[in-house]
């Protein structure tokens, strides 16, 4: 079984050429402002909109249903809302946010596709439709009457006037399921409008559709835990700044002084990205890979002193510790003490019962792997599988309902196949 699925993966990855990409531009056209408050969407309303809606107009561009769903962030004692629109088409999202000047129920932003360069701005009204007419939607609506998102988007011409319409089908499914973004909420290689492992991306991630992060934590050379992916800074993730070799070899100073990264952001600690998650988002899950050597008891500090922050702000948030290696096991086992220390191991299942981690999370290429899936789900634990991206798999593993969770560089897509779910 294992050999045909490894040459059914081989057929796919070959057909979709993931060794030649083809490099191109992609700029967001829309710039958030992050304005405050809900407008006229109250939270009644927007409980109402959650939904999975048919696409009329626009669905040779985004195919025939969608997910729509509300996130939001928090500014001190602001709160701004966002309306995410999940495509099965190329990965493709929208992301919007209120037009508090309409005089009706308005949003307006940008919509993207992560596997090509196709990018646009984008504008809808709600409105409820009865007996065949589009009224304008006021929060109060007769027992007959249908949701419709009714917009305009464009293809990159700054105009939005191609139509589109989304007709509200039935609601989101319920089902828990951990979507999780890597690298904070998506790759720098995917042209979002910030960069992979900074803090901006942390707080979009939950617009792309992500309920949790997986973060890349490495140590600076006086040891304070930051992120950062790859073994060397390098232009692929940060600017061009004279520097050059491995995050160890500077101090965190030095680092916030001389580099940033390909939009602008500083690297951001560990501790900034776990604040941001616990004081601005609502992410309930946040995934430490640990890219480090070394002790592990400074990112154990953060881990507890953030869980336990979010524990007394009411959030349900688990932030674990992953060890995807035989080094980092060394460092958690030498710990002094591993209490109140949640952790996810992606070795073996032997190696994941041995150190009593709450979950495994096996890579993707290895399959569905049923049978130790179900092992590991009857002894109370949780299985998340990595790293995901493949339509048809995302799909499939869905469908099966075996896994708890995906952690996917496209998480829109996740959101669209989980979502949409019946």
Known sequence: MKRAWFYLLLGVVSAI????????????????????????????????????????????????????????????????????????????????????QADSLAVSGFWRKLVNASTGQAHFSLKAKRNGQLLPYTGQSLESDTLVMDGYYDTG?????????????????????????????????????ASENSVRIIRLAS???????????????????????????????????????????????????????????????????????????????VWLDSKFNGPMARVQALQQRYNERARQAGRNLRIIIGLPSTEAIASYQGLANKANTPILCELDTATTRGLSANIWAPRWTLGPQTDEVNAMKAEGRDVFVWTLDETQFIEQFIGEGNFNGILSNYSSIVAYYHYTTQ
Not at 65 to 94: K, P
Not at 221 to 232: A, E, F, M, Q, R
């Open 17 to 100: 050429g993931l060794s030649c990409r083809t490099e191109y531009e992609a700029p967001v056209p829309y710039d958030f402002s992050d304005k405050p408050g809900s407008g006229k969407f109250t939270s009644a309303i927007r409980r109402t909109v959650d939904g999975v809606y048919a696409v009329s107009n626009g669905s040779t561009e985004f195919g025939n249903q969608v997910a729509l769903r509300w996130t939001y962030t928090h500014d001190g004692v602001d709160t701004v809302h966002s309306l995410s629109i999940f495509s099965g088409v190329s990965a493709g999202f929208f992301s919007l946010e209120i037009n508090q």
């Open 157 to 193: 011409t700054g105009s939005p006037q191609q139509k589109m319409t989304l007709t509200y089908l039935r609601p989101l499914n319920p089902a828990p399921f951990e979507i999780i973004a890597h690298r904070g909420g998506g790759r720098t290689s995917d042209l979002l409008n």
């Open 207 to 285: 617009r792309l559709g992500a309920h949790g992060v997986e973060l890349d934590v490495q140590y600076t050379k006086d040891s304070i835990p930051v992120l950062y992916h790859d073994n060397k800074l390098n232009l692929r993730l940060v600017q061009k700044n004279g520097l050059s070799g491995t995050i160890n070899q500077y101090t965190y100073q030095q680092l916030k002084t001389f580099v940033r990264l390909i939009n602008g952001e500083e690297i951001p600690t560990l501790e900034q990205a776990l604040q941001t998650v616990v004081d601005n988002t609502e992410l309930d899950f």
